[in-house]
């Protein structure tokens, strides 16, 4: 089974510092990892994965994450919040053993980032 | 075009209202799925199709029905509903390829409201 955990529900950080939205994750092989951001009343919006080969991955919106194998942590990081950055932020992951048709996710609990001027 | 649109955007029934959610991309991806999300909660996924075959059922009860016509569209029949079942229902896409991790694609979400 694959689990994910996001262990703050809430992350407030003020405008121009850099912000950090921790994820954890727990599968039997190998993982990919995604971030995905949700604003008010909308849809999930894309912003990075992991699959393999540099644990530093880069994403939209000048957002970054760095896998740790040894940690089992896909941190999402920036290095200078916007106030406009003040949304929900979901990891999810999928185990690369899972060879269910469809790329089926599971997600964490979600982080609300709030960003003051 | 990466968009996946779905309407309507906002659905107000009641229990014994039968209504349809309908979702449309054309990126050409042959998976596609319906989540159920409650506010300030992770999506839960419901169902997920595999070229227009309906693949995983997440034990949903049977007053929610999916449909896949073709491969670029998808819709939700619902028919008596219970007031627990309102909440935002997302629609998604990705491409499938065995193996590797392509990214899902969402919409904007249809709010359902049941009275």
């Known amino acids: 089974a694959q689990s994910v955990a996001q262990p703050e529900d809430q992350v407030n950080v003020a405008e121009g510092n850099p912000l950090t939205v921790k994820c954890t994750y727990s599968v039997s092989g190998n993982p990919y990892l995604f971030w995905y951001v949700q604003y008010p009343n909308r849809g999930l919006q894309f912003l990075l994965k992991y699959i393999t080969g540099d644990n530093l991955v880069k994403g939209s919106y000048g957002f970054e994450a760095e896998f740790n194998k040894s940690q089992t942590s896909f941190h999402l990081k920036k290095p200078s919040a916007l106030v406009s950055d003040s949304a929900l932020y979901f990891c999810?992951?999928?185990?690369?053993?899972?060879?269910?048709?469809?790329?089926?996710?599971?997600f964490g609990g979600g982080t609300r980032l709030m960003v003051k001027p | 075009d990466t968009e996946v649109t779905q309407t309507p955007k906002h659905l107000v029934m009641g229990m014994t209202n039968k209504k349809s959610l309908k979702c449309e991309q054309h990126?050409?991806?042959?998976?596609m799925y319906w989540y159920k999300q409650k506010a300030k909660k992770p999506p839960e996924l419901m169902f997920v199709?595999?070229?227009?075959?309906?693949?995983i059922n997440e034990s949903v009860p049977s007053r929610f029905s999916p449909e896949c016509p073709n491969s670029s569209l998808l819709n939700l029949h619902l028919h008596a509903l219970q007031p627990e079942d309102s909440a935002l229902y997302l629609c998604?896409?990705?491409?499938?390829?065995?193996?590797?991790?392509?990214?899902?694609?969402f919409g904007p979400g249809t709010r359902l409201t049941v009275t």
């Open positions: 199709y595999s070229y227009e075959k309906l693949s």
């Open positions: 999810a992951v999928r185990d690369q053993v899972n060879n269910n048709a469809g790329n089926m996710l599971t």
């Open positions: 998604a896409s990705s491409p499938i390829a065995s193996g590797s991790a392509y990214e899902q694609y």
């Open positions: 990126m050409g991806h042959r998976a």
